[in-house]
């Protein structure tokens, strides 16, 4: 599938990329051993690139694997990047591979999520955080998102949620930026919609406990009456070749202070 009109042509698309990137059609043509003549003329269209200059200078604009497969289609190739389903057996070492770091990963909690934040994959200490949340947002398909800001979720229990819920939404509006996937617009129109939880003593949640970490932004949750700080890290697979490869991304979260990892290892031990 394509994310981008078919008639608008690649050589507008191209443009497009190179001004979100804040580069030069010198710059650009320099990296990808072309002329700022020729880069000008296929922005508008009097020049027809390759397919290998098309590829050429979606690596060097770091275009999305997806909208690589776009930018060909417009401008009249095939598609060079398979999209192939995860539950498909030429995947299985790959699934398998995940599996094993997860697990290596307990106690602390770790999920890998898709393009859409469908979470594909999680581990035991994911699930523990997760006790309490309504069985409705657990249901597959269980998206990150909405199970983490929607007031049945994790939400009413994070103590820094204005923050934490500013940070997640700005991190989709820059994923949409780059996409433009209709699905995660819904999905953060959806979850920016949400009521944000109020607390006992009228205010929202996380207006009056909020704690910071000097060099991060925790997530500072409840569990079982404990106050849990964790930071998040994201990873994602170099040079992908497949689109569904390319659009996993691996978070883990590392306890911010002692007494979160004492927690976790008393639990899942």
Same mark, same amino acid.
């Given at each position: 599938?394509?994310?981008?009109?078919?008639?608008?042509?690649?050589?507008?698309?191209?443009?497009? $990329?190179?001004?979100?990137?804040?580069?030069?059609?010198?710059?650009?043509?320099?990296?990808?051993?072309?002329?700022?003549?020729?880069?000008?003329?296929?922005?508008?269209? %009097?020049?027809?690139?390759?397919?290998?200059? =098309?590829?050429?200078?979606?690596?060097?604009?770091?275009?999305?694997?997806?909208?690589?497969? &776009?930018?060909?289609?417009?401008?009249?190739? @095939?598609? #060079?990047? &398979?999209?192939?389903?995860?539950?498909?057996?030429?995947?299985?070492?790959?699934?398998?591979?995940?599996?094993?770091?997860? @697990?290596?990963?307990?106690?602390?909690?770790?999920? =890998? /999520?898709?393009?859409?934040?469908?979470?594909?994959? *999680?581990?035991?200490?994911? @699930?523990?955080?997760?006790?309490? =949340?309504?069985?409705?947002?657990?249901?597959?398909? /269980?998206?990150?998102? +909405?199970?983490?800001?929607?007031?049945?979720?994790?939400?009413?229990?994070? =103590?820094?949620?204005?923050? $934490? %819920?500013?940070?997640?939404?700005?991190?989709?509006?820059?994923?949409?930026?780059?996409?433009?996937?209709?699905?995660? #617009?819904?999905?953060?129109?959806?979850? @920016?919609?949400?009521?944000?939880?109020?607390? &006992?003593?009228?205010?929202? *949640?996380?207006?009056?406990?909020?704690?910071?970490?000097?060099?991060?932004?925790?997530?500072?949750?409840?569990? %079982?009456?404990?106050?849990?700080?964790?930071?998040?890290?994201?990873?994602?697979?170099?040079?992908?070749?497949?689109?569904?490869?390319?659009?996993?991304?691996?978070?883990?979260?590392?306890?911010?202070? +002692?007494?979160?990892?004492?927690?976790?290892?008393?639990?899942?031990?």
């Amino acid at each position: 599938m394509t994310t981008v009109p078919t008639d608008t042509g690649v050589g507008p698309l191209l443009r497009g $990329w190179r001004e979100r990137r804040r580069i030069s059609q010198l710059d650009l043509a320099l990296r990808a051993d072309s002329s700022a003549r020729h880069i000008s003329f296929v922005e508008t269209g %009097r020049a027809r690139p390759s397919e290998d200059m =098309v590829l050429r200078l979606a690596e060097h604009l770091d275009v999305p694997v997806r909208e690589r497969n &776009a930018l060909l289609v417009v401008a009249g190739y @095939a598609p #060079r990047y &398979a999209q192939t389903p995860l539950g498909d057996p030429a995947l299985a070492p790959l699934r398998e591979g995940l599996d094993r770091l997860l @697990a290596g990963y307990e106690p602390y909690p770790a999920l =890998v /999520l898709d393009g859409t934040y469908t979470v594909v994959a *999680a581990n035991r200490g994911m @699930a523990l955080l997760m006790e309490g =949340v309504s069985p409705e947002l657990l249901a597959p398909p /269980l998206n990150a998102m +909405r199970v983490t800001l929607h007031p049945d979720g994790l939400a009413p229990r994070i =103590v820094n949620l204005d923050q $934490w %819920r500013a940070d997640l939404l700005a991190q989709m509006e820059r994923q949409i930026a780059l996409v433009r996937s209709p699905e995660l #617009r819904a999905l953060y129109d959806e979850v @920016a919609a949400y009521p944000v939880p109020r607390r &006992a003593g009228g205010g929202p *949640a996380g207006a009056d406990r909020e704690r910071a970490a000097p060099f991060a932004l925790p997530m500072v949750i409840e569990h %079982r009456g404990r106050v849990l700080s964790f930071l998040s890290s994201i990873a994602t697979f170099n040079t992908p070749m497949d689109v569904t490869v390319a659009e996993l991304a691996i978070e883990t979260f590392l306890p911010a202070d +002692r007494e979160t990892a004492a927690h976790l290892h008393a639990h899942l031990s």
